[in-house]
Every structure is written in structure tokens, then in C-alpha cells.
Nanobody, 117 residues
Framework: QVQLVESGGGLVQAGGSLRLSCVAS??????????MGWYRQAPGKQRELVAT???????NYADSVKGRFTISRDNAKNTVYLQMNSLKPEDTAVYYC?????????WGQGTQVTVSS
């Protein structure tokens, strides 16, 4: 079974930065062909897409984070990153790493990001 482990969450003041990491393991399927993404969910809201990155490195971002967040991947390390700059209180949420391999979806346990005013 594929396992995704997030790290890098924490407390930060508005305007600050954090970098989230997601390390994948547990399958012979090469990480390089996985479609990866970051999602987030605040307590009273539905889970929403933050950013995705294709196997070819093409990226897509939610309008709310464009220009502030950057998703990237290091296939040699089986890792996807989310660099978050100029953080706002509305970015506060649990951030989840997602992988799509064929018809299967995999999720990490999530990492809490809290942005204070």
C-alpha cells in the first residue's frame, strides 16, 4: 500500500512562510509517474484543492494561492513540496498530500498549518 507522510506544518505569523513536504513510499510504481497534489481543509469547510503537479512537472494552483505558493517535486527523493509564502490567516487548515496512480487515490494523514494575525 502506498504511504504518504507529510511534515512541515506549524504555527506562523501572517506574512510568514512554511514549506511542507510529502514523502511517498510503499510501491514499486515509480514516483515519477504519480500525479501529486496538496489539498487543505479547515474545520468548518470542505476539503479544497491547493495545487497539483503532474508527472511531467506541470503545475496548477487554486486562485487563492497563486503567486504565493509553489508546488514542486523531487522524484529522486520520492517527495513533493509546497512552499508557502505570504501566508494569510485564511490559509489555516490541515494540509493533505494526495497521490493519484491510475484509478487509485492515496492520502497522507495531514499536517496542521496555523497562521496567526
Amino acid at each position: 500500500q502506498v504511504q504518504l507522510v507529510e511534515s512541515g506544518g506549524g504555527l506562523v505569523q501572517a506574512g510568514g512562510s512554511l514549506r511542507l513536504s510529502c514523502v511517498a513510499s510503499g510501491t514499486r510504481i515509480f514516483f515519477s509517474i504519480w500525479h501529486m497534489g496538496w489539498y487543505r481543509q479547515a474545520p468548518g469547510k470542505q476539503r479544497e484543492l491547493v495545487a497539483t503537479i503532474s508527472s511531467g512537472g506541470r503545475t496548477n494552483y487554486a486562485d487563492s494561492v497563486k503567486g504565493r505558493f509553489t508546488i514542486s517535486r523531487d522524484n529522486a527523493k520520492n517527495t513533493v513540496y509546497l512552499q508557502m509564502n505570504s501566508l494569510k490567516p485564511e490559509d489555516t487548515a490541515v494540509y493533505y498530500c494526495n497521490a493519484v496512480i491510475g484509478i487509485n487515490d492515496y492520502w497522507g494523514q495531514g499536517t496542521q498549518v496555523t497562521v496567526s494575525s
